[in-house]
Every structure is written in structure tokens, then in C-alpha cells.
């Protein structure tokens, strides 16, 4: 049972059904992208502890592989006790779907270097944050994906603004925020880790991104990074996901700055800068590295096949059963791909498809990137009922 069945769980479903198995997606809404190519569908509302209950006792699932942030993760321990495989495990998901309890647990209990942080759960908690933190600061609903309800704090001014951002972009029904102190960083990566039920954890190469509103607009494979960062970068990929427990992909995210190496943020599933891998760049790309890792599976070994490089397009209006348009011209040169995420509806911002593009390796990954990036601008999402600005690259 798949909970959440986006773009990242329609490609997880591709990789399980060629592995056998037997998949039922859910969501919010219907005709989610993963709901498209499941064997079936459901549509509840997640947060709602009863409706899950109801759901996971009816069909009686042997594994639960959560998707988002937006569900009652607390449920996850009863599941685990009825003999129900949750991946990666009920723990890890309850302490990554919350980003309190995961930073937290990254810098209190295992003392890992971070931004300096505060909390607060109303505007004036969030002002005196701000104050302790210092301008600027990046504020994010503790419950929250794709960069939703994320904002920079630059001035004062900005304060009020940031709260009321991130109470209309947060999930569920937690209103704190976290007030983070703004990483003068030149590079972002994402190191995709595997822990294995029988095997040892491994690494994917690192991924770079850059990211716009707080969601990933392009990201590349390999990223450049010096040995020994990598290398400390790995053991507490390590560490981290080994105090979480559970087999399966993990994104780990990372600052890379003047100073050092800082532990950013985790999620215990596919992803979104590792759509890069949809490029080729391994012999397994993430999603099949999770339907693995999940189902006990052995990964022998993870190998850089070549340089990859992956672009958003984005929707510039809201509407209804959107069309696509330049594909031939995105798709003209060699290297290159799309990947159409099948959502049925498209408001402004919001992440439709994903241009790709790869070389041989050695390549050079910066003309590998602008290629994708260029891409995505040549693609037009056209919908019915539409308003705003011309969709495509934002």
C-alpha cells in the first residue's frame, strides 16, 4: 500500500510491478499520478486516523511505503505490531515526516553539525525566534513538502509575511514553524543512501541541486565534492539513517560551505532531485534501488553508468486536463527525455514533468545541465480554465 501517489510513487510503482508485486495507491484526490499505474486506488484523507485504520484493515497490505509527509505516521507503530511491513520503518517515518523531531534527533542526540535553529508556534514566538536566530533566517512549517510554505526572511518586514506563508503551505494540523539560521553555502547536495535488510548500507553518488521557493528546480549527477567531505558526508548519512532504522532509499541532504560540511534535511523515500537517475546515470536508478531495498532484494553494487542532469516544468496557471507542448522540440537533441508526471489538474508552480538529459561519462555536467534546463523551457503546459503567467521553466 502506497500512501501519497505523486510523481516519485508513480515511478516507485513501475519499479515494484516489474518486481511483482501487487500495488494499492493512495491520496487525496483521484487519478493521482501513481493511482494511474497501481492495481489500485484509494482516495481518503490521510490525516485521518480512523479512515487509515479502516483502509489498512481492509485490504491488509504485507508492506505500507509512505509517500509524503501528510499522514498519521503514530498509526505506523500499531501496523508494525500487526505484522506490517512499514518502510522504512514506523519510527523512521514518524521522525522524518516531522521536521522537529528529525532535527532534533540530528542535533541533539547525535550531535550532528546544523544551522542554528528555534521553534515557535505563533507569530510573536516566531518574531522572538527570529531575534534569537538572526536576519536572515529560512522559516518552514515542521510538516511540509515540495518547498510549500517555505520563505527567507531578508528584514523585520518580512516576519508576518513568513508566518502567514507557512500556515497556508503547511500539512496537517501542526501550526510551528522552525526558524533556521540562514548557511552561507555554495552548493547543495542530496547523498541517496540504501540500508539494506541483509547487506551494507550504500551510497549513490552525490547529487547537486538548486532550489527556487524551497523546491528543487534542476540537480545533477555526479556533483562535484572534495573527498574528504564525501567521505564524512557518507558516515553520517551512515550514522543517521542507522539510528532510524529500516531498510530502503533515503535522500540525504547536505550544505556545502566555507566552513564545512552541515546536515540539512532527510526523507526515508525516493527523492525529488534523484529524478536525475530517470537519466541513466546509474544502473539502478532510485526508485529501483528502493523496491529492492524494501522487498529484501540484494543491490550488489551501485555504479555511475554516465553524467545526468534533470529540469523542472512547471504550470503557470491553475486548470483542468492539462495538454504539453514543444516536446519535439525538447526531444530533438541526442540526450535527452521527459518524463510527464500524469497530474490531472495544474496550478501555479506546480512540478508537471521533468526534462532529462545525460552525456557519456567525464562529460561536462554544467553544459549537461544547461541542456536540461533549456529543455524544460521549450515545454508549455496548457490547461483548461487557465489564468496567470505563461507555464513552463519558472
Not at 520563505?151 to 508576518?160: A, G, N, Q, R
Not at 506546480?350 to 521549450?378: I, W
Request: contains cysteine.
Amino acid at each position: 500500500m502506497l500512501l501519497g501517489s505523486g510523481e516519485l510513487g508513480r515511478e516507485f510503482v513501475i519499479a515494484a510491478k516489474r518486481l511483482g508485486q501487487y500495488v494499492i495507491a493512495v491520496d487525496s484526490y483521484n487519478n493521482a499520478p501513481a493511482q494511474q499505474v497501481a492495481d489500485e486506488r484509494e482516495v481518503i484523507d490521510m490525516l485521518d486516523g480512523n479512515a487509515l485504520d479502516a483502509l489498512v484493515a481492509r485490504h491488509r497490505p504485507d508492506m505500507i511505503v509512505p509517500e509524503i509527509e501528510a499522514i498519521r505516521t503514530e498509526r505506523f507503530y500499531d501496523y508494525e505490531e500487526q505484522g506490517i511491513q512499514v518502510v522504512p520503518s514506523a519510527r523512521a517515518a514518524n521522525f522524518t515526516m516531522n521536521r522537529k523531531a528529525i532535527r532534533d534527533l540530528a542535533s541533539n542526540e547525535l550531535g550532528l553539525r546544523t544551522a542554528r535553529y528555534r521553534y515557535a508556534a505563533s507569530l510573536e514566538e516566531l518574531r522572538t525566534s527570529v531575534s534569537e536566530v538572526g536576519i536572515p533566517c529560512v522559516v518552514k512549517p515542521l510538516m511540509s513538502s515540495s518547498g510549500k510554505g517555505q520563505s527567507t526572511v531578508k528584514t523585520e518586514e518580512d516576519i508576518e509575511r513568513a508566518w502567514s506563508y507557512s500556515q497556508s503551505g503547511r500539512r496537517g494540523d501542526i501550526a510551528e514553524v522552525i526558524v533556521e539560521a540562514f548557511v552561507p553555502f555554495h552548493t547543495e547536495i542530496t547523498l541517496l543512501t540504501v540500508t539494506q535488510k541483509n547487506g551494507p548500507t550504500l551510497f549513490c553518488p552525490p547529487i547537486g541541486h538548486r532550489q527556487e521557493r524551497g523546491d528543487y528546480q534542476e540537480s545533477w549527477q555526479p556533483c562535484r565534492i572534495a573527498d574528504a567531505q564525501l567521505h564524512e558526508a557518507r558516515e553520517i548519512a551512515e550514522n543517521v539513517t542507522r539510528a532510524l532504522t529500516g531498510a530502503g532509499i533515503w535522500g540525504v541532504e547536505f550544505f556545502l560551505a566555507d566552513d564545512g560540511l552541515y546536515f540539512s534535511e532527510l526523507s526515508p523515500r525516493p527523492h525529488d532531485t534523484g529524478m536525475v537517475t530517470l537519466a541513466g546515470t546509474q544502473n539502478l536508478t532510485e526508485f529501483e534501488l528502493h523496491a529492492r531495498a524494501v522487498l529484501g532484494l540484494p543491490i550488489p553494487e551501485i555504479e555511475l553508468l554516465r553524467v545526468g542532469a534533470s529540469a523542472v516544468v512547471l504550470a503557470g496557471s491553475e486548470g483542468e486536463n492539462p495538454v504539453y507542448t514543444g516536446l519535439e522540440d525538447a526531444l530533438r537533441e541526442a540526450g535527452t527525455d521527459i518524463r510527464i508526471f500524469g497530474k490531472p489538474t495544474s496550478r501555479p508552480y506546480r512540478r508537471m514533468a521533468v526534462t532529462l538529459a545525460y552525456d557519456r561519462p567525464g562529460s561536462d555536467v554544467d553544459a549537461v545541465k544547461e541542456k536540461a534546463v533549456a529543455n524544460a523551457g521549450k515545454v508549455r503546459v496548457i490547461s483548461e480554465q487557465t489564468s496567470g503567467f505563461p507555464s513552463g521553466k519558472g
